[in-house]
Nanobody
Framework: QLPLVESGGGLVQAGDSLRLSCTVS????????LAWFRQAPGKEREFVAA??????RTLVADSEKDRFSISRNGNMVYLQTNSLKPEDTGVYYC????????????????????WGHGTQVTVSS
């Protein structure tokens, strides 16, 4: 079984909400910060949100901070997405980065050690 498995994606209408989940298993989750990235069709993968090892610090991409939030609880990490727009369409990936500090987060793809296979989110207009 993969260490990171995403779920919760689907086809929704503009304005709807989705909560994406990532189940983490088989690793020492407390040494990792966790994040969500998104890859739209024909575009590069981009940072969406991250949460620190402690869960006390979060970072959301400027373009999404009014609509998205990230949280972690036990072996789960969540991305709450509200007021979805067609441009939010893409594959959403969960990722984990080993961090020495309990408050560090990173937006850099290269810093992430583990990735899930992604969950598709499609927003229709």
């Amino acid at each position: 079984q993969l260490p990171l498995v995403e779920s919760g994606g689907g086809l929704v209408q503009a304005g709807d909400s989705l909560r994406l989940s990532c189940t983490v298993s088989g690793i020492q989750i407390m040494i990792y910060s966790l994040a969500w990235f998104r890859q739209a069709p024909g575009k590069e993968r981009e940072f969406v949100a991250a949460v620190s090892r402690s869960g006390g610090r979060t970072l959301v991409a400027d373009s999404e901070k009014d609509r998205f939030s990230i949280s972690r609880n036990g072996n789960m990490v969540y991305l709450q997405t509200n007021s979805l727009k067609p441009e939010d369409t893409g594959v959403y990936y969960c990722a984990a980065a080993i961090q020495a500090s309990i408050v560090s987060v990173t937006t850099e793809i290269a810093d992430y050690d583990l990735w899930g296979h992604g969950t598709q989110v499609t927003v229709s207009s």
